[in-house]
Nanobody, 124 residues
């Protein structure tokens, strides 16, 4: 079992930046591929980014490429999402998730553990 808690969300103007954190407890986060997802009102939860256990390999949704950076610090049992050049369409609840599988996957159902989310609101 692993417990995940997101933080760092908030209200920011378009073009601004936020850094989300995901703190894990229970089992060490290095046992898992980690991912960020988001869900806007009345929309499906969607993949944002994922990172391998070692942190050497990452994958991004097209909407995040060039603007977001996923990283992890296994010694601190924490994952991050640096979000730059934010747009109003990035407004959503952002969730971190842990996957015990062997390959980076993009579907929410593939992930085993979830945090409760942190709200990100980008004003125009």
């Amino acid at each position: 079992q692993v417990q995940l808690v997101e933080s760092g969300g908030g209200l920011v103007q378009a073009g601004g930046s936020l850094r989300l954190s995901c703190a894990a407890s229970g089992r060490t986060v290095s046992n898992y591929i980690m991912g960020w997802f988001r869900q806007a009102p009345e929309k499906e939860r969607e993949f944002v980014a994922a990172i391998r256990r070692s942190g050497t390999d990452t994958y991004y949704a097209d909407s995040a490429k060039g603007r977001f950076t996923i990283s992890r610090d296994n010694a601190k049992n924490t994952m991050y999402l640096q979000m730059n050049s934010l747009k109003p369409e990035d407004t959503a609840i952002y969730y971190c998730a842990a996957d015990s599988g062997l390959r980076m996957r993009l579907t929410p159902n593939d992930y085993d553990y979830w945090g409760r989310g942190t709200q990100v609101t980008v004003s125009s």
